[in-house]
């Protein structure tokens, strides 16, 4: 098991509101970027979190995949494949919709 090189993550946060970034990986290398990611994600309450990969100005999602979470239980997952990141793309989690309680969520690169 490879080690992990990057803990990405804006900490827990009480009353979310809809588009809050719980963890962004910042923006890729020049070139091409290969990360091997693990997700973690925590809430007291149910809530959707969306995974985005973000274009080189952080401005449209290329790809959303969401991520419902059950009241008072963790997320966590390892993607079996690498992620390849564009110069400038970004990776980040996201609320998708207000969240009347307490969330974090975790991007782990290798």
Do not use: H, Y
Not at 15 to 41: K, R
Not at 60 to 82: D, E, K, N, Y
């Amino acid at each position: 098991m490879a080690a992990i090189e990057s803990w990405l993550t804006e900490g827990p946060k009480a009353s979310a509101l809809d588009g809050t970034v719980l963890a962004d990986t910042g923006p890729a290398d020049e070139g091409f970027t290969t990360l091997q990611v693990s997700l973690l994600i925590a809430s007291s309450v149910a809530a959707r979190v969306d995974l985005e990969l973000r274009d080189d100005t952080n401005t449209i999602s290329i790809r959303t995949v969401p991520i419902f979470v059950v009241a008072a239980q963790t997320f966590q997952t390892a993607l079996t494949a690498g992620i390849v990141l564009g110069s400038g793309q970004r990776l980040r989690l996201i609320t998708n919709g207000a969240v009347l309680g307490t969330i974090g969520g975790s991007i782990f690169t290798q």
